[in-house]
Nanobody, 116 residues
Framework: QVQLVESGGGLVQPGGSLRLSCAAS????????MGWYRQAPGKQQELVAS???????NYADSVKGRFIISRDNAKNTVYLQMNSLKPEDTAVYYC??????????WGQGTQVTVSS
């Protein structure tokens, strides 16, 4: 089992920045990749960004150039730096960990609201 605890959400004005954190604990040795997903009201969940153990990153087109995903292996933590935030980035953001055996684990979610 893997436990994921997210933090860092909140209310920010358009153009502002936020950094989300996701701390992993438990059986973390065989985690292949970690990522951030989001779900806005009335919309399907979508992948925002992911990062593999080797550091390969992947981003949704809508956040490329604005968001940066990174990981601190010593702290078992993944970060999502979100810059130039737009109202359409408003959503609940979920941390995900995927193991090599394809088992998937989720955090509880953190609300990000971009509004003036």
């Amino acid at each position: 089992q893997v436990q994921l605890v997210e933090s860092g959400g909140g209310l920010v004005q358009p153009g502002g920045s936020l950094r989300l954190s996701c701390a992993a604990s438990g059986s973390i040795v065989s985690i292949a990749a970690m990522g951030w997903y989001r779900q806005a009201p009335g919309k399907q969940q979508e992948l925002v960004a992911s990062i593999t153990g080797g550091g390969t990153t992947n981003y949704a087109d809508s956040v490329k150039g604005r968001f940066i995903i990174s990981r601190d292996n010593a702290k078992n933590t993944v970060y999502l730096q979100m810059n130039s935030l737009k109202p359409e980035d408003t959503a609940v953001y979920y941390c995900n960990a995927r193991k090599y055996n394809l088992n998937s684990y989720w955090g509880q979610g953190t609300q990000v609201t971009v509004s003036s």
